[in-house]
């Protein structure tokens, strides 16, 4: 669905309308749950709280996915060969106009995170087994957010294999983060961070021809 849309209409169209229908499914889905906000992460957190670790999210996202960056180009053919093979959806972001970043990136992390970390992670913990011990109900998180992590990443798949790999990373850090912190603000604040760096990057990059705008993270 996205490879289609991103050849025939706007980015900002196409997000718009994707994040919309999204956000109205898991609207139907809990639409009779009276504690819908703590079900999918979204309680009162204090400003600070939010930013601080919303900041942590992105250092340690970047921080994963440069290590697997350089390790898939090393293996790979190098810089210059992944850049091309994902040029047309880099070119295709960098016509986004920069003062639209800002708010396209804040909803953008705002329907992903409510999607995948708030009511999909909710239900994949929920639904899976655990014993009442310590150690088991780690397990069960941690594989409920690689689970997560991958639904996530797979939605990303337009970006191709490196894309692929560092949005699913994205995604398993950001999971991890909200089950950890007990809240999606602070994914949410992390995402939108990532997204709206991300697009600057892009543009710059794709404007200088340089190899730079393959290390953009854009889950």
């Known amino acids: 669905m996205a490879i289609g849309l991103h050849r025939r209409v706007s980015p900002i169209l196409t997000t718009l309308v994707l994040g919309t229908l999204m956000l109205l499914a898991v ?9 819908w906000r703590g079900s999918l992460g979204l309680g009162r957190q204090p400003v600070g709280s939010v930013v601080g ?11 994963v996915n440069l290590l697997l960056t350089v390790g898939y180009l090393f293996s790979r053919g190098g810089l ?29 992390a705002f329907w992903e995170e ?39 990443g797979g939605g990303h798949g337009y970006q191709g294999v490196l894309g692929l790999m560092q949005t699913t990373t994205a995604g398993i850090v950001l999971g991890a983060l909200t089950v950890w912190r007990g809240s999606l603000w602070p994914a ?3 995402h939108l961070a990532i997204d709206a760096f991300g697009l600057l990057i892009i543009k710059a990059a794709v404007r200088s021809l340089g190899g730079a705008v393959v290390l953009g993270v854009m889950p």
């Open 188 to 190: 949410i604040g992390a």
């Open 27 to 35: 609207g139907a889905f809990i639409r009779r749950d009276v504690a």
């Open 114 to 152: 409510t999607v995948f970390h708030g009511f999909l992670l909710g239900r994949l913990r929920a639904a899976l087994p655990a014993e009442e011990t310590r150690g088991a109900t780690l397990r069960r998180d941690a594989l409920a957010v690689v689970l997560c992590g991958l639904c996530f």
């Open 53 to 63: 670790w919303g900041l942590f999210g992105l250092g340690s996202t970047y921080a």
């Open 80 to 108: 210059e060969a992944q850049t091309a093979g994902r040029i047309r959806w880099l070119e295709y972001f960098a016509d986004i106009p920069s003062e639209t970043i800002l708010p396209l990136a804040a909803f953008v």
